[in-house]
């Protein structure tokens, strides 16, 4: 017997060399190695008639040697055996290269189980350095589900398939079950053991999906305690305590009902402040869903409470935008709103500055400014920032700094389906707004091709006739000659040319690689009503508010993500006016249109996040965003959301229960836990 925590080279046939091997994949001890789950797997379980084997394929067949194996010397270095197989249905060639010792352990009139693909040479069937074994022999590679393991130059798949073998055969029962028994029991999972033992060697399909469902769930279950043991400690941390208010004074003050959704919001995140803990809140909710009244509320119970919020946002005119709108939400309450952003004068930053000091304000919005290190808070007690993604973790803690432990509220547009929320904000409690105010009209959306551009340009020129607005959005900045990109529309000159298709209209362009002063002034006349057609790249996507535009022209959609088309297209229908979103593409891929009539189809952006996370896999979904969650050995988070809701369920239960995993039984779970964040210290910060 090896103990689990032993290094592989205690493993028969793993001497230094491939101890080393295994290490540049991770593999260090036995334990290690069990849990280096295969990559995908083979199905070789279906032996084939020779005569009816697909050409070119790999297959499975069961055959005699029909004549003596026989050694060919082509030339120096190189030598073939050579036999026939046969079978009841027809003949094979088979030819094995610099493989001689095939001549000494095959003899005429053996069975064998043979596994390659066959090619038609001449008309006869042949087939080149097939996996042979031994039909009455014990069999590995033949007749079964072949694991294929991810490996590097210095093993090869037969190594570490062997490996593992030993290795399974080595541990015993040493494999540690730390699923509570009675949790498995429930939720039909099976064994630790038979979960490693058929997730490598599995003898069929259904054998192989029940070790791995127990091992998803293991796993979801294990980050889903980590991620709860980890807010629990959070939330012991003291903080400011404000006392509760009524909020029904503060609705009463709003020109609409808030809806279910934000009401629960506000709540979630009031619990919080008047908790005695610090606050560490998510809001999400699609865009329009009106996380800007959450907001708004908490600032009043802030200053109810005698303490300062400050509001920060992504860029210059959000910042604008925000402050106009709060600056009207909290004036019948007596609150003052203040503003400090980079494009204010010297004097105006000063002043606003000073005010902020002497705790002159109730609110102020602002961008980065107002973490600079020159700006002191008195009392401040709530620090909200919109559009999250856009901040860095550092830039927040900046801000935090400047106060006592205030509370955070962080606003997210970017929906993200529930389950996953809970997980990829482990540092931070969820709050969801799933419903949007009442009376919102849905943004109508058609996926067109080049064929609709007559009629899409009559389009512009009949909403600008009625004093619409126009976004239109390109995937890249300029034409460059050298690109291969299929010609894609580029913003400058698309610019150009809806310019020269439309005189008599004002035509403007934005994108990322100009100034952020030119860029806020070109976003800002847009604003004002000043330009008719506003051609951008991605750079818009983050939550401006231009009420008067009511058309959303996406040009090669066929680019973007679905969760950007989403975004995008929320930049309109923000007013009164019946608004309409186009998706121009070209592209006939089956994957394409199937994303671009999930747009037609639906405005919900939650819906529409699922199913991008379904088609891209959260790999992709994520795309290099750091989203803070250890790397999975099995479960794949955007397939496997059921099992993730259940284990989620269960560690919730479970920590309810026993919130340090004190007692003995979860010792085992603890231990992996802690092991988990040993492995992980990156993605947990
Ligand atoms: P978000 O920031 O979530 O995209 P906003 O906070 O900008 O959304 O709100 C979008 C619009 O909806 C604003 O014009 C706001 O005044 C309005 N609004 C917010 N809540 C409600 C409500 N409960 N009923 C009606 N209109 C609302
Ligand atoms: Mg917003």
Known sequence: MIELNASVNSIRGIGEKKAQAFAKLGVFSLYDLLSYFPARYEDRTKFCPIAAAPIGEGVCVRALVADTPRLIRVRRGMELVKFRAVDESGSVDITYF????????????????????????????????????????????????????????????????????LGLDACADQLPDFLPEALRERNRLCQARYAYENIHFPPDFEALAIARRRLVFEELFVLACALGTMRAERTRESGLRMEKRDLAAFYAALPFTPTGAQCRAIDEAAADMTGGYVMNRLVQGDVG????????????????????????????????????????????????????????????????????????????????ALFSEDVAYTRLGLIVTDEQHRFGVRQRSALIGKGEKPHVLVMSATPIPRTLALMIYGDLDVSIIDELPPGRQKVDTFAVDESYRARLNGFIRKLAGEGRQTFVVCPKVEDDEEAEDGGLKSAEEHAKELASVFPELRVACVHGRMKPKDKDAVMAAFVRGETDILVATIVIEVGVDVPNAALMIIENAERFGLSQLHQLRGRVGRGRHKSWCILVSDN???????????????????????????????????????????????????????????????????LADDPQLARPEHAALRARIETLFRNNTDSFN
């Open 98 to 165: 610099n493989q001689n010792y095939v001549k000494d352990y095959l003899a005429r009139g053996d069975s064998v189980c043979l596994y390659g693909k066959i090619e038609l040479n001449g008309g006869r069937r042949s087939m080149t350095n097939p996996a042979y074994e031994k039909e009455d022999k014990p069999r590995g590679v033949t007749g079964c589900i072949l694991p294929i393991y991810r490996m590097n130059a210095a093993l090869n798949q037969r190594t570490i398939r062997d490996a593992v073998r």
């Open 588 to 654: 006939t891929g089956e994957d394409v249109r199937a994303r671009l009539s999930i747009m037609e189809k639906t405005n919900d952006g939650f819906a529409i996040s699922e199913e991008d996370l379904r088609l891209r896999g959260p790999g992709d979904f994520f795309g290099s965003r750091q989203h803070g969650l250890p790397e999975m050995h099995v479960a794949d988070l955007g397939a496997d959301t059921q099992v993730l809701k259940t284990a989620q369920t269960e560690a919730k239960a479970l």
């Open 289 to 368: 869903s009106g996380k800007t009244l959450v907001a708004a509320a908490l600032c009043w119970l802030c200053r109810e409470n005698g303490c300062v919020s400050a509001f920060m946002a992504p860029t210059e005119i959000l910042a604008e935008q925000h402050f106009a709108t709060l600056s009207g939400m909290l004036a019948p309450f007596g609150m003052t709103v203040g503003k400090l952003t980079g494009s204010m004068s010297a004097k105006e930053k000063r002043e606003a500055k000073a005010a902020i000091a002497a705790g002159g304000y109730d609110v102020v919005v602002g961008t980065h």
